[in-house]
């Protein structure tokens, strides 16, 4: 799977919803903090990313948020 | 009903930075903050807070005056809080992430604002006309050339330290403000009643704009321990779990809904660095109890849940009760405890006068905590008022919760007296939030209640009635998402052909929330 593919299936799953598109904004999908955290807790236990909040908050439709952790894992490897 | 706190004496002038200033001398090497990878000791803190204060007592900022200060966590946010105290000003906290209109809103309720402290991430959102921006880090090499130490000016127990901002009915956030005094009190009886020492590492994760946030704050620096911050704008459970084990953190301070966040990261990762610390201190309600005892029953749990009680106008914390004492069963919900240091709880009816031993009554606080009242709103502050006790008068606040006060002498807050709501831990008055969706396109009215999830949760939920074609839930949540905090902004949004009316000719948000559940349970709505 793709960053995108593994995001979009956490949104899925957190968000509660089946049609998330990779442009849709997290807050206006209802998402509030609590979902957030568990996406956070997600993307380390699944994806083995630690995303900071702050970055979660900025990047909030899950085509930026997988752009961004592709850009930390091409900083690690 | 009269609930009485211990008598203990405070200093002729109990003045916050005072104390502060006394571990500086006595301890000038031990470290006071602990930010992004850095720490910096008391002595360190204390000049650049006697440079800032120096900028500012040159400028004439000193009593009476407001400093905003709009920054994320940092060590700067200390300098200029410690800078303003010790200059004889207040500092209004403004927190960064609140959206920008919000935060304009905000800068326009503060009379005598006379400087705002912002940095390059956050100077764009208070840009105003009345006050000067100013960013510690660029004007370095102009403090330095300050003299080290504070500048003679003579603070009052008296006087404001901090104003902080809580929802209003009229849709104007207050601006209530806090003597020094109140804020002595209440962080020496932290100190004395909980033994908080030079040792006691403390973490704060709750945002910076809330009460709870400022005593969170001070409160090391108060006690002579070291305050960890974290460089997160916003509440990051990964990195606070982090921060516990990585900087053997004693004590959190934070809100209630932060603490389940912190044990939900906790339980999904078998960890167990909450479990060993010393306390958590938080404020907000405690809904969801039997999460906390079951997380408290855990084999090797050394940690004291502190569960405070409160209102911002009486410095934040009235009341505290060690959860562990409490029995799931033998009260409906946890009391919240006994008063702080001289600080009394007066039980009152309708009339002001006191009720009798075990009756409901609202709850009003008296003593040193009561603060300075509204700033930017003279009707409210009806709220602080004058009661007779024992032919003298006394000055209280009438906090619109309810209770009463149970066998054991603690208090039990058993609701609320008018419409406002908590949710999250923070207080939040309804007719805010309908004020801000009535001025968006298409909302002809609108109705904000709270109601519980299965879970416990509280949630907010909006009624509206369209002017036109129904309402779309993600037009008006962006749309409030302009104008309020995260926190403010309800779950749950639905339309309704009109707002149904109690007896009394307001509106029945008892019967909005019913008929919701009905239709959701039906199979109906969506949210």
Same mark, same amino acid.
């Given at each position: 799977?793709?960053?995108?593919?593994?995001?979009?299936?956490?949104?899925?799953?957190?968000?509660?919803?089946?049609?998330?598109?990779?442009?849709?904004?997290?807050?206006?999908?209802?998402?509030?903090?609590?979902?957030m955290?568990?996406?956070?807790?997600?993307?380390?236990?699944?994806?083995?990313?630690?995303v900071?909040?702050?970055?979660?908050?900025?990047?909030?439709t899950v085509?930026?948020?997988?752009?961004y952790?592709?850009?930390?894992?091409?900083?690690?490897? | 009903?009269i609930?009485?706190?211990?008598?203990?004496?405070?200093?002729?002038?109990?003045?916050?930075?005072?104390?502060?200033?006394?571990?500086a001398a006595?301890?000038?090497?031990?470290?006071?903050?602990?930010?992004?990878?850095?720490?910096?000791?008391y002595?360190?803190?204390?000049?650049?807070?006697?440079?800032?204060?120096?900028?500012?007592?040159?400028r004439?900022?000193?009593?009476?005056?407001k400093?905003?200060?709009?920054?994320?966590?940092?060590?700067?946010?200390?300098?200029?809080?410690?800078?303003?105290?010790?200059?004889?000003?207040?500092?209004?906290?403004?927190?960064?992430?609140?959206?920008s209109?919000?935060?304009?809103?905000?800068?326009?309720?503060?009379?005598?604002?006379?400087?705002?402290?912002?940095s390059?991430?956050?100077?764009?959102?208070?840009?105003?006309?009345?006050a000067?921006?100013?960013?510690?880090?660029?004007?370095?090499?102009?403090?330095?050339?300050?003299?080290?130490?504070?500048?003679?000016v003579?603070?009052?127990?008296d006087d404001i330290?901090?104003?902080?901002?809580?929802?209003?009915?009229?849709?104007?956030?207050?601006l209530?403000?806090?003597?020094?005094?109140?804020?002595?009190?209440?962080?020496?009886?932290?100190?004395?009643?909980?033994?908080?020492?030079?040792?006691s590492?403390?973490?704060?994760?709750?945002?910076?704009?809330?009460?709870l946030?400022?005593?969170?704050l001070?409160?090391?620096?108060?006690?002579?321990?070291?305050?960890?911050?974290?460089?997160?704008?916003?509440?990051?459970?990964?990195?606070?779990?982090?921060?516990?084990?990585?900087?053997?953190?004693?004590?959190?301070?934070?809100?209630?809904?932060?603490?389940?966040?912190?044990?939900?990261w906790?339980?999904?990762?078998?960890?167990?660095a909450?479990?060993?610390?010393?306390?958590?201190?938080?404020?907000?309600?405690?809904?969801?109890?039997?999460?906390?005892?079951?997380?408290?029953?855990?084999?090797?749990?050394?940690?004291?849940?502190?569960?405070q009680?409160?209102?911002?106008?009486?410095?934040?914390?009235?009341?505290?009760?060690?959860?562990?004492?409490y029995?799931?069963?033998?009260?409906? &919900?946890?009391?919240? /405890?006994?008063?702080?240091?001289? +600080? $009394? !709880?007066?039980?009152?009816?309708e009339? @002001?006068?006191? =009720?009798?031993a075990?009756?409901q009554?609202?709850?009003?606080i008296?003593?040193?905590?009561?603060?300075?009242?509204?700033?930017n709103?003279?009707?409210?502050?009806?709220?602080?008022?004058?009661?007779?006790?024992?032919?003298?008068?006394?000055?209280?606040?009438?906090?619109?919760d309810?209770?009463?006060v149970?066998?054991?002498?603690?208090?039990?807050?058993?609701?609320?007296?008018?419409?406002? &709501?908590?949710?999250? /831990?923070?207080?939040?008055?309804? +007719? $805010? !939030?309908?004020?801000?969706?009535?001025? @968006?396109?298409? =909302?002809?009215?609108?109705?904000?209640?709270?109601?519980?999830?299965?879970?416990?949760?509280?949630?907010?939920?909006?009624?509206?009635?369209?002017?036109g074609?129904?309402?779309?839930?993600?037009?008006?949540?962006s749309?409030?998402?302009?104008?309020?905090?995260?926190?403010m902004?309800?779950a749950?949004?639905?339309?309704?052909?009109?707002?149904?009316?109690?007896?009394?000719?307001?509106?029945?948000?008892?019967a909005?929330?019913?008929?919701?559940?009905?239709q959701?349970?039906?199979?109906?709505l969506?949210?």
């Amino acid at each position: 799977m793709t960053t995108v593919e593994s995001v979009r299936a956490i949104w899925c799953r957190e968000l509660q919803a089946e049609d998330i598109s990779v442009d849709d904004d997290f807050f206006a999908l209802g998402g509030q903090s609590l979902i957030m955290v568990k996406i956070q807790g997600a993307f380390l236990d699944e994806l083995g990313v630690e995303v900071p909040m702050d970055q979660m908050f900025l990047n909030s439709t899950v085509a930026s948020i997988s752009a961004y952790i592709d850009s930390q894992a091409v900083r690690a490897a | 009903m009269i609930l009485q706190g211990k008598r203990v004496d405070l200093p002729a002038a109990p003045v916050v930075h005072q104390r502060f200033e006394a571990h500086a001398a006595a301890t000038p090497d031990a470290v006071a903050v602990f930010w992004a990878g850095q720490e910096v000791t008391y002595a360190e803190l204390n000049a650049k807070a006697n440079r800032f204060a120096q900028f500012l007592f040159a400028r004439g900022i000193g009593r009476g005056a407001k400093v905003g200060v709009c920054l994320d966590y940092s060590t700067d946010m200390l300098v200029a809080i410690l800078g303003t105290l010790k200059a004889g000003a207040a500092y209004v906290p403004f927190d960064p992430a609140y959206p920008s209109a919000r935060l304009q809103l905000l800068l326009g309720q503060v009379p005598d604002l006379a400087l705002i402290v912002a940095s390059p991430a956050t100077a764009g959102m208070v840009e105003t006309a009345d006050a000067e921006i100013v960013d510690l880090q660029e004007m370095a090499g102009q403090l330095e050339n300050l003299p080290a130490t504070a500048p003679d000016v003579t603070v009052t127990g008296d006087d404001i330290c901090y104003a902080v901002f809580t929802s209003g009915s009229t849709g104007t956030p207050k601006l209530t403000a806090v003597r020094h005094e109140g804020w002595f009190n209440l962080m020496n009886w932290l100190t004395l009643e909980y033994g908080l020492h030079s040792g006691s590492n403390h973490l704060v994760v709750s945002a910076f704009g809330f009460d709870l946030s400022q005593r969170s704050l001070m409160t090391p620096l108060f006690c002579g321990a070291t305050q960890n911050l974290m460089a997160s704008r916003n509440f990051d459970a990964m990195m606070a779990y982090r921060m516990l084990t990585e900087r053997g953190i004693r004590v959190v301070h934070c809100a209630s809904s932060t603490l389940y966040l912190l044990i939900d990261w906790e339980n999904a990762r078998r960890g167990d660095a909450l479990t060993r610390l010393d306390y958590v201190l938080f404020g907000g309600e405690a809904l969801k109890v039997e999460r906390l005892l079951e997380w408290q029953a855990r084999e090797g749990n050394t940690c004291t849940l502190l569960h405070q009680y409160g209102v911002a106008e009486c410095t934040d914390v009235a009341t505290s009760y060690d959860l562990g004492a409490y029995r799931t069963g033998e009260h409906p &919900v946890p009391p919240v /405890g006994t008063p702080a240091y001289n +600080t $009394d !709880i007066h039980l009152l009816d309708e009339e @002001l006068r006191h =009720v009798a031993a075990g009756e409901q009554g609202e709850i009003c606080i008296a003593g040193a905590s009561v603060g300075k009242g509204y700033l930017n709103n003279g009707p409210e502050n009806a709220k602080f008022t004058t009661i007779e006790v024992d032919g003298q008068p006394l000055r209280v606040y009438r906090t619109g919760d309810r209770g009463h006060v149970n066998e054991a002498g603690e208090l039990v807050v058993l609701g609320r007296i008018d419409a406002q &709501v908590k949710v999250r /831990g923070m207080r939040i008055d309804p +007719t $805010d !939030i309908e004020r801000a969706l009535a001025r @968006l396109d298409g =909302v002809r009215e609108a109705a904000v209640a709270i109601a519980y999830t299965e879970a416990g949760e509280a949630e907010l939920i909006a009624f509206t009635v369209p002017a036109g074609a129904d309402l779309a839930a993600d037009a008006l949540r962006s749309g409030l998402l302009e104008t309020l905090p995260r926190n403010m902004v309800p779950a749950h949004f639905v339309n309704v052909p009109r707002l149904p009316l109690s007896p009394h000719g307001k509106v029945d948000r008892v019967a909005l929330v019913d008929a919701h559940r009905k239709q959701n349970a039906a199979g109906g709505l969506a949210a």
